[in-house]
């Protein structure tokens, strides 16, 4: 776990907890979003690339529309855990 995992900073402060608990809640509703606003393709955690892997997992198949529904939903996360990492990262809360 000390190489290729998201490091998860500890704040000094109490507002600065209560402000990362904020991007929290929205990553927890991330599976709310309809849209798609980054590409998912591009996003690697802890080295692959999961809507690559869940594609690669399912070929030769046909997909259900409950499948592409759940795919999207994979998108969705992804996409807004990328913008949510990049507010923390421009936020300076924690360095």
Known sequence: MKIGFLRIPYPEYADEF???????EKLRHLYLLEGIEADPELAVFCGYQPTQKWLKDRKG??????NIYHYRKIIAALSGTIAIQKEIDNSNIVQ
């Open 18 to 24: 209560c402000r990362l608990a904020g991007y929290g």
């Open 61 to 66: 198949r046909i997909l259900s529309t409950s």
